[in-house]
């Protein structure tokens, strides 16, 4: 009996062996970014991060807690998803006065609603520096948020500084979990929704539908800025350009008179008598255009025969300028 017994007794316990030792293993997947953390007799000793198949000692001696770290998860304040949208239904949310009623800068109620993103980049730090991780990221979110709400105006957090906000939230919340070693890296902070409560929201409508109305017509003044002052800038370009071309047109024909003075007077330092009379001929013909010219002799008598334009010369009388004559055809003025 006693040689029976250890017969199967050797192939049973080994057998145990076995099974326990196959409880040892486990598996860590690459999508989600799992590791796992190994511990013995409750104390953490190392953490795996590797993907693929692993062992450790079997229970009771370590075990293992895997958990995904690239996921993205989020927090809720304010408010809870109750039911999650799916192709034909609508998400379903519910308030949470006590976590959204806060506090102004300038002494005014305000619901905000926000969701915060984060994930976890040291999954030790995060399940044994703090107990209860999710819940005390939970208690500093809310402190961040009513610490930064606290310090702007009513106006700020309901319209235009949403973004400042945030971002100085998000700050916030992340210096306060690098203190407390949670282990976890803020993503993303966003005010779902931030609204006045119930007695006063009508007043708060019609300031924030006024701010609406102010930037509207900031646009549009800026649009008619973008229109008239690219036209202007154009017709004042074109004036300074005909500016400039008038401008050295004028210096051109400058140039041209001062070159055609210095010709006549290059001529006129020939023959000055000849020159003299002839500018004198020109500037009465300028002057009385409508002037018939008679050539007269030295003593007084006209030259019958020589045509000038369209009329032939007849006798008028003495000229007193060396024998040429004008008579102007509108008043018969010599």
């Known amino acids: 009996m006693k040689k029976l017994g250890l017969k199967f007794f050797v192939p049973a316990l080994l057998l145990i062996i076995g099974i326990w030792c196959l409880t040892g293993f486990y598996t860590l997947r690459s999508d989600g970014g799992e590791q796992a953390v190994i511990m013995r007799f409750g104390k953490h000793i190392r953490t795996e991060d590797e993907a693929g198949l692993k062992w450790h000692l079997p229970y009771p001696i370590e075990s293992v807690e895997i958990v995904k770290c690239d996921v993205v998860r989020s927090l809720e304040l304010g408010y809870r998803t109750q039911q999650t949208g799916g192709m034909d239904q609508q998400p379903v ?22 969701v915060i993103q984060y994930r976890i980049k040291n999954v030790a730090d995060y399940l044994f520096n703090v107990r209860q991780a999710p819940e005390a990221l939970k208690i500093a979110a809310e402190a961040s948020v009513r610490r930064v709400v606290a310090n702007h105006d009513l106006d700020d957090v309901l319209t ?74 154009a017709k004042q370009q074109e004036i300074l350009n005909e500016a400039n071309a008038y401008k050295e047109k004028r210096i051109a024909e400058a140039k041209g008179d001062v070159e055609n003075f210095k010709q006549v007077l290059a001529r006129y330092s020939l023959g000055p008598e000849v020159t003299r009379t002839r500018m004198y001929l020109e500037t009465m013909r300028e002057v009385l255009p409508k002037a018939k010219i008679y050539i007269m002799k030295d003593g007084g008598q006209t030259l019958r025969l020589l045509s000038l334009g369209s009329e032939t010369a007849t006798p008028a009388g003495y000229s007193p300028y060396g024998g040429v004559a004008l008579e102007n055809g509108n008043n018969g003025q010599e």
């Open 93 to 114: 949310y519910t308030e949470v006065p006590e976590e959204s009623l806060m506090i102004t800068g300038d002494e005014n109620l305000v619901h905000t609603e926000s």
């Open 160 to 233: 235009d500084q949403k973004d400042a906000i945030q971002s100085e939230i998000l700050f916030d919340l992340q210096t306060i979990c690098d203190e407390y070693g949670l282990g976890i890296e803020i993503i993303k902070v966003a005010l779902q929704d931030v609204y006045a409560p119930d007695e006063v929201a009508d007043a708060f409508t019609d300031v924030i539908k006024a701010r609406e109305d102010m930037n509207r017509y900031i646009n549009e003044a800026q649009k008619k800025a973008n229109e008239i002052v690219p036209a202007a800038e």
